[in-house]
C-alpha cells in the first residue's frame, strides 16, 4: 500500500471542495488547479497549493492532460482525483496518471474504456449475466442488419449511440416504417457528436424509473455495493432530485440488482467507486444502461443512508488498502434527498444565468456542497450546478418536508436560479407519493420553460416595506443621531413613500404608509396589505403581512432588491425618479442605477450638457432605462463602455459643473 501525502484535485467548484473536505480531514496535502476564471474561486482558496492551468475554457484548463500531470509533478502530488465530468472517464488520463507515477483514484484505464462504449459493455454485461434490455449491440453495421434487427425487437424502439450517454444521441422510433430514416439520422448525429457512428438498438422502456446501484471495489478483489439512488426526476437528461432508497425498492430487489451491479463491476476488474445505471420499469424488472466509473455528482445520498465516507473510501482503495467492508456491513438507514440548485432560468427554458453572486446563504437545516460565496462569481464557462443541498430524515417524508424548509431557507441572489422550481416539484403529488418517473417534468411542467405564476401582492408589498425600512435607515444614518424608535415618526403627519417597481416586463406604483413605527399600509391599485416589520437585520426580515409571519432573506442593491420568500423568490427594481440621482455626488458624477447592460452612452468627453440631457441608455430588468444629467456642466470623462455589463454604483461618467452662478440675495 502507498500513503497519499499529496492530493491534487482535477475540477473545480462543488465537487473540488467536496473532495479537498475529506482530505484535509485525513491530513492529506491538498492541491487545487484552475483556470483564470477562477483565479479566486473557493476550491482555490481551500486548498494548501493552487496551480494555474490555463484560460477559462474547459479545453485550455481544466482538459488538459499534460498541464495537470506537470502541476501534480511540480507540487509533488502523489495522488491525482478527477472529480466528475472533465478527466473522470478519460482512460487517456488514467494511464497518463499511471505513466507519470502518480494514483489515478478511480479505476483502471480498461474499465473506463470498456463502459465508455455502449456496445462492448453490453456485450460483457451479457456475458456476465447481468439483466440487459433486449436489443442489438453487434459489430455489423450494415443499414439492412440494422433495419433486420429492428424488426426483431419490434416498437417501440431505441436507437441510440455506442459512443454516446447521458442521453445524447438518443432517438425513438414509434412505428418500424421510421426505422431507416431513425438509423441514418442518429448515425450522422453520432459520427458528428462523437466522431463514431457506431448504434445499438433496444426495445424502449416506457416511463421507466432511473435507478443506479452504487458499487466500491478494492485491488484485492472484494466488491461490494451500498444500495441504490433513485434519479428518476430530471430534466432533458439532467437530473434535479435524486433521493436514497428508491422509493419503490424491496429488500429482494435490492439484493439482485445489488448483485447484477457487483456482478457488472467484477467483469470488468473494476477498482475504486462506480456506478451501475439500470431502468426499472412498471413491473419490476430491471435493466443495465451504462456505467459510470467515476464518483457521482448524487452521491451524498448514499453516504447519508449509509454513513460511509465515500471519498474516504476512494481514497483508501486508492492506496492500495483493502474495503475493510463486508457486504452485511452496509445497512441503510432512513432516506435521503439531494436537490441540485442550478444558476438558470426556468422561466426562460432553464437557460443558464450567471454574473456576480450577491448573497449565498444556504440553510442550516441541509448539508451543502457548494462551490459558490458571496461576493463570488457564477461564470458562464462552466456548469451551472452551484450546489447540492441534502437532507436526511428518519422517512422519505421528512426528508422531503425538510428538504422544503431548506430550500425555504435558502438564498443565492445574483443569477436566477431553480430554486423556486425545486420547491414546486417537491411538492407535487406524484412526487409526494414517490410515484415519479422520468416522465415526471414533461408530464407535470411541458417540455419548455416553467412559469410558476405571478407574485401575490403580498410579496411586492414585504419588498416595498423593506426598501422602504432600508431607505429610511440610511438617510438617518446620513443625517443626524435618531433613536431607530422614532425613525419611522414624522411631525408632520403621516409619511408615505412610493415604489415604481419593475419586475420582469411589468412595473407598477407601490405606496407605503406608515401607520406608527413598524406598522405599513401597502398599497397599488385595487390592492393593499397591512405589513408589521417585526425584526430586520443585515440580509433577513421577519413580517406580518395580514396577520401572517413570513421570513425574508434579502439583499439591496441600491435600487434593485433581492428577496427570497419561503416558496417565491422576487427581484423587483425602484424604478422611481431614476434620473434624479440624489445619492451621487452632486449630480455630477453619473452612476448605474442598477446592473444592467449599457447599451448606449449619447455623449462625448467634452461635451456641453444641460440638465435633462439624455447621457446614457441602460438595459435592466428587460426594460430601458435613460439616465439623465441633473445639471448643466461639461463631461469630463467617460468611465464606461457601451455594450458592456455594468454593476449597479459603476461610474458610467463625469460631468464638471458650471461655476455656480451669484445669486442675488
Ligand atoms: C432508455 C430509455 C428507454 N428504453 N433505453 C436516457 C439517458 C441514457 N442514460 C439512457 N436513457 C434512456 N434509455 C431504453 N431501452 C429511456 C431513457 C431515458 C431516461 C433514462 C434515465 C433517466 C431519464 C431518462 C429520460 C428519458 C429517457
Known amino acids: 500500500m502507498t500513503r497519499i501525502n499529496t492530493l491534487l484535485v482535477a475540477n473545480r467548484?462543488?465537487?473540488?471542495?467536496?473532495?479537498?473536505?475529506?482530505?484535509?480531514?485525513?491530513?492529506?496535502?491538498t492541491i487545487a488547479v484552475y483556470s483564470d476564471a477562477d483565479a479566486n474561486?473557493?476550491?482555490?482558496?481551500?486548498?494548501?497549493?493552487?496551480?494555474?492551468?490555463?484560460?477559462?475554457?474547459?479545453?485550455?484548463?481544466?482538459?488538459?492532460?499534460?498541464?495537470?500531470?506537470?502541476?501534480?509533478?511540480?507540487?509533488?502530488?502523489?495522488?491525482?482525483?478527477?472529480?466528475?465530468?472533465?478527466?473522470?472517464?478519460n482512460a487517456a488520463f488514467s494511464k497518463a496518471c499511471a505513466d507519470a507515477d502518480i494514483i489515478f483514484v478511480g479505476p483502471p484505464e480498461k474499465?473506463?474504456?470498456?463502459?465508455?462504449d455502449k456496445a462492448r459493455s453490453k456485450r460483457a454485461m451479457i456475458a456476465a449475466g447481468v439483466p440487459c434490455v433486449p436489443g442489438y449491440q453487434g459489430d455489423d453495421q450494415a443499414d439492412d442488419i440494422l433495419i433486420a434487427e429492428a424488426k426483431k425487437i419490434g416498437v417501440p424502439l431505441m436507437v441510440k449511440a455506442a459512443a454516446g450517454g447521458g442521453g445524447r444521441g438518443m432517438r425513438l422510433v414509434h412505428d418500424l416504417e421510421n426505422v431507416a430514416n431513425a438509423i441514418k439520422l442518429a448515425r450522422s448525429e453520432a459520427e458528428n457528436a462523437f466522431g463514431n457512428g457506431e448504434l445499438i438498438l433496444e426495445k424502449?422502456?416506457?416511463?421507466?424509473?432511473?435507478?443506479?446501484?452504487?458499487?466500491f471495489a478494492d485491488s484485492h478483489g472484494n466488491?461490494?455495493?451500498?444500495?441504490e439512488r433513485d434519479c428518476s426526476v430530471q430534466r432533458r437528461h439532467q437530473k434535479v432530485i435524486e433521493e436514497a432508497p428508491c422509493p419503490v425498492m424491496t429488500p429482494a430487489l435490492r439484493k439482485q440488482m445489488g448483485a447484477a451491479a457487483v456482478e457488472a463491476a467484477k467483469a470488468v476488474d473494476y477498482i475504486g467507486a462506480g456506478t451501475v445505471e439500470f431502468l426499472l420499469d412498471q413491473s419490476g424488472s430491471f435493466y443495465f444502461l451504462e456505467m459510470n466509473t467515476r464518483l457521482q455528482v448524487e452521491h451524498p445520498v448514499t453516504e447519508e443512508v449509509t454513513g460511509v465516507d465515500l471519498v474516504a473510501l476512494q481514497l483508501k482503495v486508492a492506496s492500495g488498502d483493502l474495503l475493510g467492508l463486508e457486504q452485511e456491513d452496509i445497512t441503510l438507514t432512513g432516506h435521503a434527498m439531494e436537490v441540485r440548485l442550478y444558476a438558470e432560468d426556468p422561466a426562460d427554458d432553464f437557460l443558464p444565468s450567471t454574473g456576480p453572486v450577491h448573497l449565498w446563504k444556504p440553510s442550516d437545516l441541509s448539508r451543502v456542497d457548494s462551490g459558490i460565496e458571496t461576493g463570488g462569481e457564477v461564470s458562464p464557462f462552466y456548469d451551472s450546478m452551484v450546489a447540492k443541498i441534502i437532507t436526511h430524515g428518519a422517512t422519505r417524508d421528512e426528508a422531503r418536508r425538510r428538504m422544503i424548509k431548506a430550500l425555504s431557507e435558502t438564498a443565492l441572489f445574483g443569477p436566477k436560479t431553480n430554486r423556486d422550481f425545486l420547491i414546486d416539484a417537491l411538492d407535487k403529488p406524484d412526487f409526494v407519493k414517490g410515484e415519479a418517473t422520468t416522465a415526471f417534468i414533461a408530464e407535470n411542467y411541458g417540455e419548455g420553460g416553467v412559469d410558476l405564476g405571478a407574485h401575490d401582492f403580498a410579496a411586492y408589498a414585504i419588498a416595498a416595506v423593506i426598501h422602504h425600512k432600508l431607505r429610511q435607515q440610511a438617510a438617518h444614518h446620513l443625517a443626524l443621531n435618531?433613536?431607530?424608535?422614532?425613525?419611522?415618526?414624522?411631525?408632520?403627519?403621516?409619511?408615505?413613500t412610493v415604489a415604481q417597481y419593475a419586475d420582469g416586463e411589468d412595473a407598477q406604483t407601490i405606496h407605503v404608509h406608515v401607520?406608527?413605527?413598524?406598522?405599513?399600509r401597502v398599497r397599488s391599485g385595487e390592492e393593499g396589505a397591512q405589513v408589521e416589520l417585526i425584526s430586520i437585520?443585515?440580509?433577513?426580515?421577519?413580517?406580518?403581512?395580514?396577520?401572517?409571519?413570513?421570513?425574508?432573506?434579502?439583499?439591496?442593491?441600491?435600487?434593485?432588491?433581492?428577496?427570497?420568500?419561503?416558496?417565491?423568490?422576487?427581484?423587483?427594481?425602484?424604478?422611481?425618479?431614476?434620473?434624479?440621482?440624489?445619492?451621487?455626488?452632486?449630480?455630477?458624477?453619473?452612476?448605474?442605477?442598477?446592473?444592467?447592460?449599457?447599451?448606449?452612452?449619447?455623449?462625448?468627453?467634452?461635451?456641453?450638457?444641460?440638465?435633462?440631457?439624455?447621457?446614457?441608455?441602460?438595459?435592466?430588468?428587460?426594460?430601458?432605462?435613460?439616465?439623465?444629467?441633473?445639471?448643466?456642466?461639461?463631461?469630463?470623462?467617460?468611465?464606461?463602455?457601451?455594450?458592456k455589463q455594468i454593476a449597479a454604483d459603476d461610474l458610467i461618467l463625469e460631468i464638471v459643473a458650471d461655476e455656480a452662478e451669484e445669486t442675488e440675495s
Open 13 to 29: 467548484g462543488e465537487i473540488a471542495c467536496r473532495v479537498m473536505r475529506t482530505a484535509k480531514a485525513q491530513g492529506i496535502r
Open 41 to 89: 474561486a473557493p476550491h482555490v482558496k481551500m486548498a494548501d497549493d493552487a496551480v494555474r492551468i490555463g484560460p477559462a475554457p474547459v479545453n485550455e484548463s481544466y482538459l488538459l492532460i499534460d498541464k495537470i500531470i506537470q502541476a501534480a509533478k511540480d507540487t509533488g502530488a502523489d495522488a491525482v482525483h478527477p472529480g466528475y465530468g472533465f478527466l473522470s472517464e
Open 111 to 116: 474499465a473506463i474504456d470498456v463502459m465508455g
Open 204 to 215: 424502449a422502456i416506457i416511463k421507466p424509473r432511473h435507478v443506479e446501484i452504487q458499487v
Open 223 to 227: 466488491t461490494i455495493h451500498l444500495g
Open 482 to 496: 435618531v433613536n431607530p424608535e422614532m425613525l419611522d415618526w414624522s411631525n408632520t403627519g403621516a409619511l408615505e
Open 515 to 520: 401607520d406608527k413605527p413598524s406598522h405599513y
Open 537 to 643: 437585520t443585515a440580509d433577513h426580515a421577519k413580517l406580518r403581512v395580514d396577520g401572517r409571519t413570513v421570513d425574508a432573506i434579502y439583499y439591496d442593491d441600491h435600487r434593485t432588491l433581492y428577496l427570497a420568500l419561503p416558496t417565491r423568490s422576487l427581484t423587483v427594481t425602484d424604478l422611481t425618479g431614476l434620473s434624479a440621482m440624489e445619492d451621487a455626488g452632486g449630480g455630477g458624477t453619473v452612476v448605474a442605477p442598477m446592473h444592467g447592460l449599457l447599451l448606449e452612452i449619447l455623449v462625448e468627453a467634452g461635451a456641453r450638457v444641460a440638465k435633462g440631457d439624455k447621457l446614457a441608455v441602460l438595459e435592466a430588468m428587460k426594460m430601458q432605462h435613460e439616465i439623465l444629467a441633473e445639471i448643466d456642466g461639461t463631461v469630463e470623462t467617460i468611465a464606461a463602455t457601451a455594450g
